[in-house]
């Protein structure tokens, strides 16, 4: 079933209003009363489409997550620093949505499902990173990188992202694999 033309639009305005905030300040200070004022709807509108900011907010991570996957379909049999690599330079464009959303800062779930996604992908390639002896050790081992990886996410957009995607992917890699024998890059 399709959605009609004007229900599209009305989300689609008011997504653009909810993201230009949220270039602006933090999602926890972000109203609805702004969002519509900025999207030049009424309440009722808004709340026809999204049960508030944080259901709007959800809605659009789950976007980029999805927007996240194609380009992890795309780049998945050029190895795993190549995934990596892909998904930080999305994180690092500030006008793609999920450069938006992962710069925000005000909340580390969307960077943790994002890294998720990405050890889903390289898991899917025998080898890249050292066997775990059976499935409990494994997702351990998933676990304990994939906080690794999210933290040095955070670390770098936070920092402002001055290292080259590739760069950081290599480090991330590195790190993950065991391969870090002398000074990470940078």
Not at 154 to 176: F, T
Request: hydrophobic share 40%; charged share 25%; aromatic share 6%.
């Amino acid at each position: 079933m399709q959605t009609d033309l004007r229900i599209r639009y009305t989300r689609q305005v008011i997504t653009e209003a909810y993201i230009q905030l949220l270039r602006q300040k933090p999602a926890e200070r972000i109203t609805v009363k702004e969002v519509c004022e900025r999207a030049q709807i009424n309440r009722s509108t808004f709340y026809r489409q999204f049960k508030d900011c944080f259901d709007l907010l959800e809605q659009l991570e789950a976007q980029a997550l999805d927007v996240l996957d194609g380009l992890l379909r795309q780049v998945e049999t050029q190895g795993a620093p190549a995934v990596l690599a892909a998904a930080l330079a999305a994180l690092r464009g500030s006008d793609d949505l999920l450069g938006i959303l992962a710069s925000r800062g005000a909340d580390e779930k969307f960077v943790r499902a994002l890294v998720q996604r990405c050890f889903a992908y390289i898991e899917t390639q025998a080898g890249h990173m050292t066997p775990a002896p059976d499935n409990a050790r494994r997702a351990m081992r998933n676990t304990f990188l994939a906080a690794g990886t999210g933290g040095v996410i955070e670390y770098w957009l936070r920092s402002g992202a001055k290292e080259p995607p590739e760069q950081v992917a290599a480090a991330i890699y590195a790190l993950c694999t065991g391969a870090v024998r002398e000074p990470l890059p940078g």
